[in-house]
């Protein structure tokens, strides 16, 4: 994978830089356009391999980019100098499959036997939706993405499983189209949408009422289009119960040096 050229790496390395210091604690949406973002599981090594098999056979809701060695808490690959404990603008903290805090960082919580999972964001498509003119809702509205618990179940493996969570951008019929064909050539980035149209045919009742993040304006002529979302594997964790999980705050990513075109097919 390409690192971002001198101009968008400055942007990353300040951006990661406000974020250890606490001085960005918000969504990251929109930010260091150009960047690839990924969402954070973070789990001992012997919980590993489970949840190592349940991304592989749910690629599209868990598309790994990347996957720390045991205890490190660095990801060369993805930025020079991240720091998995502090380049996070919200953790959240599980205990037996129960969120019992959050937090800025996780130094005090990082043990020798910890593995670290990145995997591919939707937000790294956002920026390709909109050169393209479809700049996502969430965007224009400066608030976090819309994300809901669906009916939809991913594959088992071992002591993970649960349903599909998916974020929500609305657009014209026309223009639903449109985000399809671009938003297809980024399979890292969850690829194209799972449903768009009637949300109840996939167990959402209210767009007024996402568990995560956000609601967004949906105008009179628009459809909702759902892709998958990186926070389905927090639904499988609260299902597995591992002794400790950590995991991104939804909306709050680990914004790498990676270029999103990296995640894109042609």
């Not at 109840?200 to 759902?226: C, M, S, W």
């Amino acid at each position: 994978m390409k690192q971002a050229p001198l101009p968008l790496l400055q942007q990353t390395s300040d951006l990661r830089y406000a974020i250890r210091n606490k001085t960005h604690t918000g969504v990251t949406s929109g930010l260091a356009q150009g960047a690839m973002q990924g969402n954070v599981v973070i789990l001992p090594a012997d919980w590993a391999s489970e949840f190592l098999l349940y991304c592989q056979k749910n690629p599209v809701s868990c598309p790994l980019i990347g996957v720390s060695e045991v205890g490190s808490f660095a990801m060369p690959e993805l930025g020079h100098d991240i720091d998995m404990r502090h380049d996070i603008p919200e953790y959240y903290v599980y205990r037996n499959g129960v969120k019992v805090e959050s937090r800025s960082d996780i130094e005090d919580l990082w043990q020798d036997d910890m593995v670290a999972f990145v995997l591919g964001c939707s937000f790294s498509f956002e920026h390709a939706l909109s050169q393209a003119g479809l700049t996502p809702r969430n965007i224009q509205e400066d608030v976090n993405v819309s994300m809901f618990e669906t009916s939809i179940a991913t594959v088992p493996a071992g002591r993970f499983f649960g349903n599909t969570v998916v974020t929500m951008r609305p657009y014209t019929p026309k223009d639903a189209i449109r985000a399809i064909q671009i938003t297809t050539r980024f399979p890292k980035a969850h690829g194209a949408p799972l449903h768009f149209g009637s949300p109840q045919d996939i167990g959402i009742t209210d767009l007024n009422k996402p568990e995560y993040g956000d609601a967004v304006t949906v105008k009179e002529g628009e459809v909702p289009v759902f892709w998958a979302c990186g926070v389905t594997p927090q639904v499988a964790i609260r299902n597995a119960k591992p002794p400790i999980c950590i995991t991104h705050a939804p909306g709050k990513m680990l914004v790498t040096d990676i270029l999103d075109t990296d995640l894109a097919v042609l």
